[in-house]
């Protein structure tokens, strides 16, 4: 994990903190490439959150996604492909209080990453998780990745992609305990914005899928759908997403859809010839990993020290003939023999 730029990030808690005390390096992502907008939205809701840096950290795997922990301000964990949901599972459980973003790609979410990602649903875990997906692996350089619809060309599949792309969002609605999902588009800041606030603001795994454009290597990918608004669903309820007039004049199809119900929610996932935006499923009942295991009870300093001699005396020995086969440590040796030849 890297700190924070060798700068003193302390500040009084009654400071306010402005956008500039989120932004990190300069992002060196591609003109244009909807990660920058991503990361705008990011910084944008923590400074409206005013979440303190030193108790932030972004986790991310490996993709051109994944150097996003090096754009804020906050801690952050650049970590190995397809993995960045275990780091980030393993740093909430250990620090609860710790707000927790995880940054994948689509190749590192829905590839090498599946098997994390579906675990990470079923235990939901207080974090929001962001699929930054461009349907192609765009760091190792224009590969066809799981949500790479049929037909396009990449460098893996010159004559098109074979396969009917993956659906993050059915997958994620198909997995038990899912409690958060939502998808928009890096192109409506705005709409974006609310749905990344709204998934942070959910106690759970929240999982939000980003349509993010790739310029460099698919730069026409989403132009159907920049070019006709109509395409894009509108998902607004008292209970999920309120869309602005602007927005609602703009994006005519739309939809009041109560993100309490599961069963529409995977209807509206299976759409193909829509794209929903907004809140899909959002279940506040289901109870988060890390208070089922009570880590302050786990962690406290009786527990731990009972737990350390404990694993200490399974390898201590401790003569028979010491303090008598009848009491003491040599009662233990006695007990551990017996264990061992069962
Ligand atoms: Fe963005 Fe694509 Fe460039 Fe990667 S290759 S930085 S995804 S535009
Ligand atoms: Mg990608």
């Not at 209080?97 to 649903?121: E, K, P, Q, Y």
């Not at 401790?318 to 086969?325: I, L, N, Q, T, V």
Request: with cysteine; net charge neutral; glycine share 8%.
């Amino acid at each position: 994990m890297f700190g924070l730029q060798n700068e003193c990030v302390i500040k009084f808690d009654e400071e306010y903190r402005s956008l500039e005390d989120y932004q990190g390096r300069i992002a060196r992502w591609c003109s244009g490439c909807g990660d920058n907008g991503i990361l705008t939205a990011m910084q944008r809701l923590c400074r409206d959150e005013q979440l303190p840096p030193e108790k932030t950290v972004f986790v991310s795997g490996i993709g051109c996604a994944a150097r996003f922990p090096h754009y804020m301000r906050t801690y952050g964990f650049h970590g190995l492909h397809g993995r960045a949901l275990p780091t980030a599972q393993g740093i909430k459980i250990r620090r609860p209080d710790l707000h927790v973003f995880v940054n994948m790609g689509d190749g590192d979410c829905c590839s090498i990453g599946t098997a994390h990602w579906i675990h990470a649903i079923r235990m939901n875990m207080n974090m929001v998780a962001l699929l930054h997906d461009n349907n192609i692996y765009g760091l190792t350089k224009n590969q066809s990745s799981p949500t790479t619809p049929a037909g396009l060309v990449t460098n893996t599949t010159p004559y098109g992609s074979y396969l009917k792309a993956m659906n993050p969002l059915s997958v994620t609605l198909g997995v038990t305990n899912a409690s958060f999902v939502a998808q928009t588009v890096e192109w409506l800041p705005d709409l974006m914005y609310d749905v990344v606030r709204k998934a942070y603001l959910h106690k759970g795994f929240s999982f939000v899928r980003i349509l993010q454009r790739c310029p460099h290597f698919v730069p026409d990918h989403f132009s159907s759908l920049l070019a006709d608004p109509s395409k894009l669903l509108l998902l607004k309820h008292e209970n999920g997403m309120q869309v602005s007039d602007a927005v609602g004049r703009r994006y005519t199809s739309q939809e009041e859809h109560d993100p309490a119900s599961l069963n529409r929610a995977r209807e509206i996932a299976e759409l193909e010839d829509m794209v929903p935006v907004g809140i899909l499923y959002r279940n506040e009942r289901v109870a988060c990993y890390e208070d089922l295991r009570k880590p302050e009870r786990m962690f406290s300093t009786d527990h731990r020290q009972a737990t350390l001699e404990k694993a200490f005396d399974r390898f201590g020995i401790f003569p028979r003939s010491a303090e008598g086969a009848t009491g003491g440590r040599g009662a233990q040796h006695s007990i551990r023999q017996d264990r061992a030849s069962d």
